[in-house]
């Protein structure tokens, strides 16, 4: 073994650094937040208003609903569209849980599809092989930071005549052309869950849609219901589903940087894929019409538990996104559901390498070195 050649001082790299982040913001959040205390208005308000108009205009869409969680985005975006039981939404069985936890909590049947063996996203083409009379709904997930195929999937579910949504809770920012991440569906969710590039001190959640009835009925639900008129009437079934002006406070201020974050981003990125050693370990590809955000720096190779364990004694953590694809998890493991080789190929072959805005190059060759000095050419 090389390894002590190669990596003769242990560095510790973390997977993350939001620490390094609020630092950096430090100065920006103790004054908006006493701006919130000094209001007394804690759930709602102008402070929640004005982060929903600067993330709607982030995003290119014409309105942005602010709500307590990503998962809820999805749920909400679902529930607005009145799809629920009996209903079908075709999903990527390789994304978080959450997606499929939405559609199966409005009682609708999730309908897991493959990914493209090359950037994991969902398969445009899986997706018309997987339409049927009741499908209502094809949620586009845009994993580890980049956008789905929007351009072949619009043309899918408009052919089909059914919605399509976006989850942007990894892709904040990201683009497929010209358009960002939660302008091109009918609907976009996001997660402002600490870890997300744009993230709270806590739980919260946003959707983005140009529809003006869809966002009137999306504000209405998320607060109980409530009629825009008067508070005591609930028209419609709704829950509570708010954000936080504290929340919101953090969120704008961080919102000026996320731009200037995802590039650095961007070019840890770069470094990886200057210096990881291609015959072991690929970063997922980029396509070229919809550059990543990086939320995740995920790469491929057949020793990715020889690569996880060998990083974590030279000091650098990692994490697998996913080890389980959703389809084979618990809740969804009973549904009829045809075999989804590439999705669980990855599975078995993903591995997350540490990746946040003030990831220094000495960390970068550190992890590309030891990655080089534990894998063996197979
Ligand atoms: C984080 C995440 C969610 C859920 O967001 P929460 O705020 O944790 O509810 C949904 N989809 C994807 C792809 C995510 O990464």
Redesign the pocket.
């Known amino acids: 073994m090389t390894a002590d050649i190669q990596a003769p001082t242990t560095l510790r790299v973390p997977f993350s650094d939001l620490a390094a982040q609020t630092t950096e913001v430090r100065s920006k959040l103790d004054i908006a937040w006493t701006q919130v205390v000094d209001s007394g208005r804690f759930v709602g308000g102008s402070i929640v208003e004005r982060f929903e108009q600067e993330w709607a205009a982030y995003c290119g869409a014409r309105w942005s609903v602010s709500v307590a969680?990503?998962?809820?985005?999805?749920q909400l975006i679902l529930r607005a569209l009145d799809i629920g039981r009996g209903d079908e939404v075709v999903l990527p069985a390789n994304?978080?849980i959450?997606?499929a936890e939405?559609v199966a909590l409005v009682g609708a049947t999730p309908r897991f599809v493959d990914v493209d063996p090359r950037t994991l996203l969902i398969d445009p083409e899986q997706v018309a092989a997987a339409l049927t009379p009741r499908t209502a709904a094809v949620i586009a997930?845009?994993?580890y930071g980049q956008m789905a195929d929007m351009t072949a999937l619009s043309a899918v579910t408009e052919r089909a005549g059914v919605a399509l949504i976006e989850?942007g809770?990894?892709a904040h920012g990201a683009h497929c052309g010209s358009r960002r991440a939660g302008s091109v569906g009918i609907a976009g969710?996001f997660?402002?869950?600490p870890g997300?590039n744009l993230g709270a001190f806590g739980?919260?959640?946003a959707i983005t849609t140009s529809d003006e009835t869809l966002a009137a009925r999306l504000r209405s639900m998320r607060d109980h219901g409530r009629s825009d008129g008067d508070r005591h009437v609930h028209d419609t079934l709704g829950t509570n589903s708010r954000l936080d002006a504290l929340q919101a406070a953090v969120l704008s201020v961080k919102l000026a940087h996320l731009d200037a974050w995802t590039d650095a981003r961007r070019s840890v990125a770069q470094d990886y894929r200057e210096q990881l050693p291609e015959n072991l370990v690929q970063l997922v590809e980029e396509a070229p019409s919809t550059p990543s955000v990086y939320?995740l720096a995920v790469v491929r190779t057949t020793q990715r538990d020889v690569a996880a364990s060998g990083l974590a004694r030279a000091g650098v953590e990692t994490g697998v996104h996913y080890p389980i694809p959703c389809h084979l998890q618990g809740p969804f493991r009973g549904n009829a559901q045809a075999p989804l080789p590439v999705a669980e190929l990855a599975a078995r072959e993903v591995l997350s390498l540490p990746m946040f805005p003030n990831m220094t190059s000495r960390q970068v060759a550190y992890v590309c070195q030891t990655l080089s000095a534990i894998l063996t050419p197979v």
């Not at 969680?69 to 999805?74: E, F, H, V």
């Open positions: 969680n990503g998962t809820d985005s999805l994304t978080f959450a997606t939405a997930v845009h994993l989850d809770a990894q969710g997660s402002f869950y997300k739980d919260g959640g939320h």
